[in-house]
């Protein structure tokens, strides 16, 4: 049977530091690294090992189905000549985020985080599940914005809320199976994550951390079955301090006074000039 390990989002940022450390500290037959920009994944692919780069866009319905008949299709080819494939490892890293108030962002935007934010990481784990074994891990990447709802973050803080729920639940679920599930909640991470979310007003994150000691300590704790990882003491004690202070004042309180930059969206400076 043949070992693998599956990576999301894995073009950039946290998900390209996944991919490094999977394919640097730890032993599969093939490493899929999977995500839209195939440029990227190739060039990524050619310096470290067993990386096999699979340009798919996974979001939404559709991009499960896609990941889904993939699975099927390299199931299928493998068990004419042996046992078939085992998913040992399987990092959920896609997604992304909106700066901005609701009311002055595209809705179609929001849409489509919670498509890739949600839908996709709960999709994938449902289609992935039938070939996961006892000792196989299961990483969703959430947010240390999953603890309180946030004004100005909205959605994002909204589906990231639902992916530490739904991880929570399936650890529980899949603990008499053997089959590790856990979170990683990050605070601000050097990424492209600010400029896609500012629209392209931010162009780094403020205060981002470097992603390798994340990604280090993440898989660590995964693999010996923690729950939650937060790799900064300020992000553990953040999360903690959330049981303290009520959900709609936090909300308020980021509304008035987190304000992030973000170049208006296209479809909302039409509705404008109309």
Known sequence: MKKIAVITGASSGIGMEFAKQVSQKYTFDEIWIIARREDRLRSLAENFKDLRPIAMDVCGKSGVETFKNFLEEEDR????????IEIALLINNAGFGTYGPFAETSVNRQMEMIDLNCTSVTGIC???LPYMNKGSVIINTASLAAFLPLGNFAVYAASKSYVLSFTLALAAELKD?????SALCPGSVSSEFANVASNGARR?????????????????RAYSGKKISLYRPKWRFSAFMSRFVGRYFGARFTYKYHKRPRTPDTDLQKRAEL
């Open 177 to 181: 199976r053997g089959i590790k599930v």
């Open 77 to 84: 080819k493998l068990r004419a000549v042996e046992s078939g």
């Open 126 to 128: 449902g289609v992935a």
């Open 204 to 220: 780094e994150v403020k205060g981002g951390f470097p992603p390798q000691k994340v990604v280090a300590q993440c898989l660590r």
